[in-house]
């Protein structure tokens, strides 16, 4: 079991390299499981950095698992686990980019371990006869559990990885990436998400860009123009070059669209005729923002470079929306598309167990809560923006620099109750948790930006 001393009350002032090398050393110390897999959230007990266990969810309200196939011991396995994919794969990035940038032995090392985690996961589903199937590895084990953006995670940190990875790792690399757009293929991009069917094809935004991203990886590395066939089918209605999920609601707003939007229930009654209640929207810049530059990087035909800063700068500009001035991010925000502006949503009553949206505890009220994974996905979004756009090269340079100088012991968790009163005792789990990207998000942030000379 992995636990270390909580090191992260030093990140407060610390300088840029700093915070890198300490965290890289905590992370070295604590993600790994005996299994070679990756952890992904964490419990920040005290001193203590740990994994969740039973005692950590005596009175919490837990999510119901009696529909699975493959059931979690308890909720601990899944918060454990819930996004170790994701976590695998921004750390192999980070690696990469830090061997790239630096030649250390040491950054290979720790890079061949996160490859070893995703083979292990991908491993999972071989077993299982599902070839290409990255389940959530809940108590480090087959799960029926995933989504796509774990897939653009694991993409991403496998593409980045060819670059430097020795001969058998790459030959395994390739299979894994092959695989992932086969699975999908096969699956018709139709998966259940927690409790709710969850059909990807017709996607037109960030999702629509990871299955481009997965098809024109496999076709680049086959030769199949099969792949490039399912690539052309998603382009066909992708909406993501030009606009965002934000905008995209914004659309439908406007076209009448707004009650079928599932979220607004949360703040009914709350809303003003031009508003709709914002939920993990802006986050979806990184995923678009990874998966665009590399479709440009392989096949300029369909991804140009004026189109790949287009869409760069477009989805970089979603990053004020739910933003306070103090770099702490809402959890949940209103956005007026009238005026272009946004509020934090209410603190609402708790909806009754069979109105909880998916199942979960976490989103059958809103609050003023605070998360951090908007920071994660700015910060990368941030770096790939200032490489292609000259017109936001130092904006976005500041700004991930302004993110990274914010990093502190309350930055680098998941979630953040501001106030004691924001996170009800029934969701009392989700404080004081690590979250699950921001150290492996700076690192890949810092070394990237290192490499391009940035700091």
Request: charged share 25%.
């Amino acid at each position: 079991m992995s636990s270390t001393k909580n090191p992260l009350a030093a990140l407060a002032g610390a300088s840029l390299e700093e915070k890198a090398d300490l965290i890289q050393s905590f992370y070295e110390d604590t993600i790994f499981h005996e299994s070679g897999i990756m952890y992904s959230l964490m419990k920040i007990d005290g001193d203590e950095i740990r994994p969740f266990e039973p005692r950590d969810f005596v009175g919490i309200e837990s999510f119901d698992f009696k529909g699975w196939r493959v059931k979690p011991k308890g909720t601990w396995e899944q918060r454990n686990n819930e996004n170790s994919i994701t976590t695998s794969g921004i750390y192999l990035a980070s690696q990469t980019y830090r061997h790239l940038a630096t030649g250390s032995e040491e950054a290979m090392t720790q890079a061949l371990k996160a490859f070893h985690s995703l083979n292990l996961i991908y491993q999972l589903g071989e077993k299982d006869g599902r070839p290409g199937w990255m389940g959530k590895p809940y108590g480090f084990k087959l799960s029926d559990q995933t989504s796509g953006d774990q897939y653009l995670d694991a993409t991403w940190g496998l593409f980045t990885f060819l670059e430097i990875a020795p001969d058998n790792e790459l030959k395994r690399a390739k299979v894994m990436l092959v695989g992932f757009a086969d699975y999908w293929r096969k699956i018709d991009y139709c998966i259940m998400y927690v409790s709710v069917v969850w059909n990807n094809k017709f996607e037109e935004h960030s999702y629509n860009a990871i299955f481009m991203l997965i098809n024109l990886v496999a076709y680049h590395l086959t030769g199949d123009p099969t792949y490039k066939a399912e690539s052309d089918r998603f382009q066909g209605i992708s909406r993501w070059k030009t606009e965002t999920g934000v905008g995209g609601w914004k659309r439908k707003i406007l076209q009448g669209e707004r009650d079928e939007w599932r979220f607004n229930k949360l703040v009914e009654g709350h809303l003003g005729p031009k508003e709709f209640l914002c939920w993990q929207m802006t986050i979806h810049c990184k995923y678009t923002a990874v998966a665009a530059e590399i479709i440009h990087k392989l096949y300029p035909e369909v991804v140009s470079e004026p189109e790949l800063v287009t869409t760069l700068e477009t989805w970089w500009s979603t990053w004020h929306y739910g933003m306070d001035d103090d770099l702490l991010p809402y959890y949940f925000f209103i956005v007026d598309i009238e005026k272009d502006t946004w509020r934090p949503a209410p603190t609402t009553p708790k909806l009754p167990r069979d109105k909880w949206l998916m199942g979960k505890a976490s989103l059958s009220y809103t609050s003023k809560k605070r998360w951090t994974e908007p920071l994660c996905r700015f910060l990368v979004t941030s770096v790939i923006t200032a490489e292609y756009s000259k017109e936001l090269n130092t904006p976005s340079i500041d700004l991930a620099k302004r993110i990274m100088e914010s990093v502190d012991e309350i930055r680098i968790k998941w979630q953040h109750d501001p106030d004691g009163k924001q996170i009800y005792p029934g969701n009392a789990d989700l404080k004081s948790v690590l979250s699950s990207e921001m150290p492996a998000s700076y690192l890949a942030a810092f070394w990237r930006g290192r490499k391009q000379g940035y700091w």
